[in-house]
């Protein structure tokens, strides 16, 4: 019997590392795809490779993924990468910056939060919608939501899911504002730009109220 389960345990052991090696290009390629198809997205109009160009931005000991873009060698703003912890788990964002620091765009990217609620996130935000930040400067005034007492209206009944985003976007502002420090390619406001504590005012919202 011992060896039995030793043997069907090497198989299975074996064979899942050869799917895992079999699917991990494929893997790869498609996620390779997903963030060139967002990054095109959220800074449309660049024709330099912002990928193969990606700068990482420690802010407060956390890496940030920069996509610096230009056209005809002009810089006309970056795309970063930022996560925030939500109210299911963590909240992943790509978001597009112009060269002044304005928001032109963002990607939710992953996300594990309650579907038809937090999940809304990935609309509510843009251009239109009911917490529009599009053409918002977190480097002038960083942004959180209107219960907080900020200028942001909150995905309706999902007020963590709404902070943890807001905190996603700050902190992608302050490793674009960080990144443009240190190259001073731009005008781009360079205030210090933290993430809202979102832990206190977390605390206060009900399970019920997600």
């Known amino acids: 019997m011992l060896l039995v389960l030793t043997g069907v345990t090497v198989i299975t052991v074996a064979l899942l590392a050869y799917v895992n090696e079999l699917t991990k290009e494929p893997i790869a390629q498609a996620n390779a795809k997903t963030l060139s198809d967002a990054v095109s997205a959220v ?16 802010v407060n000991g956390v890496a940030y993924s920069v996509y610096p873009a230009t056209k005809g060698g002009e810089y006309i703003g970056a795309a970063v990468e930022a996560a925030a912890m939500g109210f299911g788990g963590e909240l992943k964002i790509l978001v597009g910056f112009d060269a002044e620091g304005k928001i032109l765009d963002y990607s939710l990217l992953s996300h594990a939060e309650t579907p038809g ?11 239109g919608g009911k917490g529009d930040i599009i053409g918002m400067n977190p480097g002038e ?21 709404s902070r943890a985003f ?19 390619a731009t005008g781009a406001t360079q205030k210090n730009v933290e993430p809202a504590d979102a832990a206190a005012p977390a605390a206060a919202d009900s399970i019920s109220a997600k």
Do not use: C, H, M, R
Not at 43 to 58: L, Y
Not at 142 to 156: E, H, M, Y
Not at 169 to 174: G, R, S
């Open 141 to 161: 005034t960083p942004l959180t939501v209107s219960k907080d007492g900020g200028q942001v209206d909150a995905i309706t009944a999902s007020t963590i899911t």
């Open 43 to 58: 800074v449309p109009g660049f024709d330099n490779d912002p990928i193969a160009e990606k700068k990482t931005q420690e």
């Open 166 to 184: 807001l905190n996603a976007v700050n902190a992608a502002y302050a490793a674009y504002a960080g990144q443009e420090k240190a190259d001073g």
């Open 117 to 127: 609620l937090g999940s809304k996130a990935a609309d509510w935000f843009k251009k």
